[in-house]
């Protein structure tokens, strides 16, 4: 089998992707996703919203998950962070998409982040080092995560959507 696809890390073309879209279910993935970069260079809503139709669900993650953003100096605070999420959210709902809170796990418990930090250390990452609290989460504790948006909305996004999600799959 030759691979096709590969530039230091796997790749799906995306009109590959369209023409085997069948059968899948399509995220709009973390910060280093198309919507959520679009969001970042200041594309325009419409934009935005036509973007997000590509999607079957949305994805917002804790803050933590992006805090790294306020160390490089892209965003000023935390509460850039939430709005990014508010933004998200809203954009879903205005493209007719559910949003969901996904944690972006890397590892299953916190106290296995110190195998991450020696697999990006050997990898050469500069902030390797750097607390990430990428682990897999409970429902308690993404409710509390997104207790920011209210008790409904958190609700809608950590339990409803992600089992309408899950109800796609046959």
């Known amino acids: 089998m030759v691979l096709k696809y590969y530039h230091r890390n796997p790749r799906i073309p995306r009109t590959l992707l369209e023409e085997h879209r069948e059968g899948l279910i399509l995220g709009s993935a973390c910060e280093a996703g198309e919507l959520f970069t679009a969001m970042m ?13 590509f999607y079957d669900y949305l994805e917002i993650q804790p803050i933590c998950n992006n805090d790294f953003m306020i ?14 999420n508010r933004r998200i959210i809203e954009i879903g709902r205005k ?26 250390s050997g990898l050469g990452f500069r902030d390797a080092d750097r607390e990430t609290k990428l682990y897999f989460r409970t429902t308690e504790e993404m409710l509390a995560e997104f207790a920011y948006l209210g008790e409904d909305l958190a609700r809608e996004v950590v339990i409803e959507n992600p089992n309408k999600i899950a109800d796609m799959i046959d």
């Open 41 to 53: 260079e200041g594309k325009s809503e419409a934009d935005l919203i036509e973007m997000a139709k």
């Open 71 to 84: 160390a490089d100096g892209k965003v000023p605070d935390e509460e850039a962070l939430r709005n990014f």
């Open 95 to 120: 493209a007719g998409r559910p949003v969901c809170a996904t944690c972006d796990a890397h590892y299953k418990n916190p106290e296995d982040e110190i195998y991450r930090r020696v697999i990006l």
